[in-house]
T-cell receptor, first 115, second 116 residues
């Protein structure tokens, strides 16, 4: 019963490098989200998806791209990493809000450092 | 715009003390949901409770209780007889009524330190 699984758990990048964070959920949830957590700022929404093949921007989308090719997976890409993207990234999934089961379940996080 | 304020950055208590974590929110939506999550030192986010805007009943779950008051836009969280295992960062979050996705607006969190 894995829930939401994020890979990798840790990563160190040099400025300008690219990488992809993978999120996988096994709860058959329609909606998936990517957040970043920075000290003193709580979690902020980067991008989200309401279904396979659809994505939308959140509060802080600049510098990130996402893809949802399969219902269970949500990828977050950094094309050219910058030190400002040093953060802890969390993926979450949920059922639709109107389903009254709109609790978001989170992965364990990915700690990314950009040097 | 939605906003969640957790004015208490850090709280330290001695085990067995009661502690209340404050959460004040702002929203223009008439229907909304409020949440509390716990982030222990291991880093994951653990869901604790969800409350919708139509239900102002307080809730108690073991040592945890929640006081939702629409009149003051507050959703406070009380831990009774705190334990060392309660040490964590606690986040209050709000989901509004726009669109179908449950986009959460988080507060900045309150770090609770429970010592022996």
């Amino acid at each position: 019963n894995a829930g939401v699984t994020q890979t990798p758990k840790f990563r160190v990048l040099k400025t300008g490098q690219s990488m992809t964070l993978l999120c996988a959920q096994d709860m058959n949830h329609e909606y998936m989200y990517w957040y970043r957590q920075d000290p003193g700022m709580g979690l902020r929404l980067i991008h989200y998806s309401v279904g396979e093949g659809t994505t939308a921007k959140g509060e802080v989308p600049d510098g990130y791209n996402v893809s949802r090719l399969k219902k269970q997976n949500f990828l977050l890409g950094l094309e050219s990493a910058a030190p400002s993207q040093t953060s802890v990234y969390f993926c979450a999934s949920s059922l639709p809000r109107y389903g009254a089961k709109n609790i978001q379940y989170f992965g364990a996080g990915t700690r990314l450092s950009v040097l | 715009a939605q906003k969640v304020t957790q004015a208490q950055t850090e709280i330290s208590v001695v085990e067995k003390e009661d502690v209340t974590l404050d959460c004040v929110y702002e929203t223009r939506d008439t229907t909304y949901y409020l949440f509390w999550y716990k982030q222990p030192p291991s880093g994951e986010l653990v869901f604790l409770i969800r409350r919708n805007s139509f239900d102002e009943q307080n809730e108690i779950s073991g040592r945890y209780s929640w006081n939702f008051q629409k009149s003051t836009s507050s959703f406070n969280f009380t831990i009774t007889a705190s334990q060392v295992v309660d040490s964590a960062v606690y986040f209050c979050a709000l989901s509004g009524n726009t669109g179908t996705a449950s986009k959460l607006t988080f507060g900045t969190g309150t770090r609770l330190q429970v010592t022996l």
